[in-house]
């Protein structure tokens, strides 16, 4: 017998019936006692496509219609792949899809059928898409080793490591934290909702808890297995899992009101100016990246942006978001430096969530002139890096510095604490861990290439995980 959420959305339209329902057991001490979430809210597929110009993307494309003369190739070597093509013309839609309709057939060029992604157009060509059906995403319990930093019956505490994928998604079928929290908990395989865009992808914002009434056409479902907020791919650290529905509903709750404690560490390319503050810049998706958000600064009431706070400078903006949630649903966070870096090229900074947002500490991290070291999508390139690192070290150290450079693979950030009330007992409850090691690692780098180290803010690198 399947029981509805409070914290779950049931949608039906006259098009398409199918219901959002989060499945938990009756009894929470069960040994499944982590709930599984089995379909996604389904939104009405009445919904008519939009493309490049149109004003919003849809949350269906199942069955969205191309049919589009190529007008001209803006390329640099004169050519243009057709998946890439296509994904340009139709807002929102992720390109992994594009090229799974491709594949399915779906796809022809003045008239011949074309299967392969990277088919070059040309102007002129006359293109018909049909957008495939989604096929329903699988979680397999798998035995991957989890970093448990506390557990008890109610909810599991997990340091994930950096280039794990929190949930399964188009592209990460296997290999991600609610696979090996299934083999963990010993849950069987359950079914999950695949996705239309790409957003799943780059998100490191809270679970947005939904309640039932509320209009879900308007706003998007994060909806998996016992998963109450999430963390980037790149991102390592502590993320809290509920395992029962009384849990889930007390934690999601926390995070709505914005009451849990989250402190992330990074390093960035260059030194924040002032040295602590508050951002309270909205944020909103970049037009020309779907996957990377910007910092939009700008009137009240505008539609362009969710308001975001990270913690900067005074900023007093309030932005309606994209999705249409009123102005105080406001997004904010606080930084101070912890230790200046490399004689000013870089710097150790603490972050302290007020709320999240997809990408927020990186969006904002980049607005103020300081992106992450090694995100290559924010502006922390490499070559930024050693622009700013070069001529600040001695050059006995530059050779060492190249390789240092040269090995960056995801953006320094790490979320080092998190902290809440136990939905059982009501006591608040704190845990920490240290950075991993490729973290840690290039911190002793940069303390190695400058002496100049403490400014007299306080603040230190934890020394393992632990709880209070």
Known sequence: MMIFSLNSIACFSASHSSQSVLLFPRNPKSSSSVFRILRACSYSTDEPHVSVGGRRPRTNYAGVLLEETVVDVNSKSGKLRLDSWISSRIIGISRARVQSSIRSGLVSVNGRIVDKVSHVIRAGDKVNCTISELQPLRAEPEDIPLDIAYEDEHVLVVNKPAHMVVHPAPGNASGTLVNGILHHCSLPTVA?????????????????????????????????????????????????????????????????????????????????????????????????????????????????????????????????????????????????????????????????????????????????????????????????????????????????????????????LHAVALGFNHPKTGKNIHFSCQPPADFSEILSWLRKFSAEKDIGITGTVPLGCRSE
């Not at 029962?244 to 100016?273: C, D, M, W």
């Not at 990246?289 to 910007?294: G, P």
């Not at 200046?340 to 927020?360: C, K, M, N, P």
């Open 192 to 412: 999950l909702p695949n996705r239309d865009s790409e957003e799943d992808d780059i998100s490191d914002d809270e679970f947005n808890s939904f309640s039932m009434g509320q209009n879900c056409s308007t706003c998007e479902t994060s909806i998996r297995p016992g998963i109450v907020h999430r963390l980037d791919k790149g991102t390592s650290g502590l993320l809290v899992v509920a395992k029962n529905e009384h849990s889930h509903a007390h934690l999601s709750e926390q995070f709505k009101l914005h009451t849990i404690h989250r402190v992330y560490f990074s390093i960035t390319s260059g030194v924040p100016t002032p040295l602590s503050g508050r951002v309270e810049i909205p944020i909103g998706r970049d037009p020309n990246n779907r996957i990377r958000m910007i910092a939009v600064p700008g009137p009240r009431n505008s539609g362009q942006a969710r308001h975001a706070a990270s913690s900067a400078v005074s900023w007093q903006y309030s932005l309606i978001n994209e999705c249409g949630h009123h102005p105080s649903d406001e997004v904010s966070l606080k930084y101070k430096v912890i230790e200046i870096l490399a004689g000013g090229g870089s710097a150790l900074v603490e972050w302290r969530l007020e709320t999240g947002r997809t990408h927020q500490i990186r969006a904002h991290a980049k607005y103020l002139g300081v992106p992450l070291l090694g995100d290559e999508v924010y502006g922390g390139t490499k070559n930024m890096a050693l622009s700013l690192l070069r001529p600040r070290i001695p050059s006995t150290y530059h050779g060492q510095l190249a390789q240092l450079v040269s090995g960056l693979d995801r953006p320094c």
